[in-house]
T-cell receptor
């Protein structure tokens, strides 16, 4: 079945860039997503990328997709303390409407 | 984008009892999804709820334990039945409320079973 993997933890200093990585196994993935979860809150959609794209930029966020290697990354420029949260990547395969989520990466931003 | 209102936001329940979680969407959606997020874990899909038909459950989840209702295109409930401490989790509903991208989530229900 589908599998999505992420590293569990990332610590950066305020003002630096953060790069969160994700790998997936489903070659039929159509859309890939990044969600943010703050403590005690639900999931907030940050950005998404369609599988025929290799990059998408949205303000401080840059998503890179290497479809050959099934690797997705999220770069946050000028990371702020308010960016501290858990970041989930998720994928949606062809013919499957529900999302499959990675394990989540806890981003800690140090002042 | 659409908004999903989920309630209750949290509850502490006695083992052996049941809790019903409600999700209301501010627009019509064909499918709704229910997920469980165990402490420190990722999201696991419980079932897909379609209006007018029985929910489709994922492996490891059964209707007797997690009955779902979907009476119309804007509302769904998930019941956690005969609860045990192992059911302590965050339960989230979701719907594909934006065409071709972006699934919106409710704010989650944090359930503690004692």
């Amino acid at each position: 079945g589908e599998d999505v993997e992420q590293s569990l933890f990332l610590s950066v200093r305020e003002g630096d860039s953060s790069v969160i990585n994700c790998t997936y196994t489903d070659s039929s993935s159509t859309y890939l997503y990044w969600y943010k979860q703050e403590p005690g809150a639900g999931l907030q959609l940050l950005t998404y990328i369609f599988s025929n794209m290799d990059m998408k930029q949205d303000q401080r966020l840059t998503v890179l997709l290497n479809k050959k290697d099934k690797h997705l990354s999220l770069r946050i420029a000028d990371t702020q303390t308010g960016d501290s949260a858990i970041y989930f990547c998720a994928e949606r395969g062809t013919g499957r409407r529900a999302l499959t989520f990675g394990s989540g990466t806890r981003l800690q931003v140090q002042p | 984008s659409a908004v999903i209102s989920q309630k209750p936001s949290r509850d502490i329940c006695q083992r052996g009892t049941s809790l019903t979680i409600q999700c209301q969407v501010d627009s019509q959606v064909t499918m709704m999804f229910w997920y469980r997020q165990q402490p420190g874990q990722s999201l696991t899909l419980i079932a897909t709820a379609n209006q007018g038909s029985e929910a489709t459950y994922e492996s490891g989840f059964v209707i007797d334990k997690f009955p779902i209702s979907r009476p119309n295109l804007t509302f769904s409930t998930l019941t956690v039945s005969n609860m045990s401490p192992e059911d302590s989790s965050i339960y989230l509903c979701s719907a594909p409320t934006e065409p071709n991208y972006g699934y919106t989530f409710g704010s989650g229900t944090r359930l503690t079973v004692v």
